[in-house]
């Protein structure tokens, strides 16, 4: 049996588990997994009756996705062919000021979430802003183009030059 286990959020147990069991109980069913969550710790444990490491890693990107912020239909995305997720840490990005850190996160999702919006909306990637994290799922080009946007957000670029340069990759007028 293949076991692998990591920790999330005390806060977003009940998300992992959710209501009933339902959200554990699909993670189970569509990874061919079984997970063991303590919600004193935050620990997941996540095993495979057949010693499948490819089932136990697909399990945990689930885990990991709703760990960050998104919401279980989100996360499932991770399961879909070609589907990938990329957690970006802000520490590594920025530093560890938190004055900086709520500045730069209020920058990526934008007033009334609008950044964040346009940006899911033309690159077709959906992203969670979530503690010290910014993540993003989606097919490899997706998130190119989303992390591009998200980094040049932090470093001070204007909302609308980050509109101008998505759609006009969108309509092929642009390179990077």
Known sequence: MHIESLRVPLERIAV????????????????????????????????????????VHRSLNVIKAIARGFSPERAFRVLREGYYLEILDLKELIGKSEKLMVSKRGR?????????????ETTGAVISVYGKTISII?????????????????????????????HKEETGKFEL
Do not use: C, F, P
Not at 26 to 51: N, R
């Open 16 to 55: 992992i588990i959710g209501k009933g069991g339902s959200t554990k109980g699909e993670i189970e069913e569509k990874t061919s997994t079984t997970l063991e969550i303590d919600s004193e710790t935050g620990e997941v444990s996540v095993g495979s009756k057949k010693d499948d490491a490819v089932a």
């Open 138 to 166: 989606g097919m490899e080009e997706e998130i190119k183009k989303a992390r591009n946007s998200i980094e040049m957000l932090l470093e001070g670029a204007s909302h609308s030059t980050v509109y101008g340069m998505l």
């Open 108 to 120: 990526v999702i934008g007033r009334q979430g609008k950044a964040r919006e346009e940006i899911e």
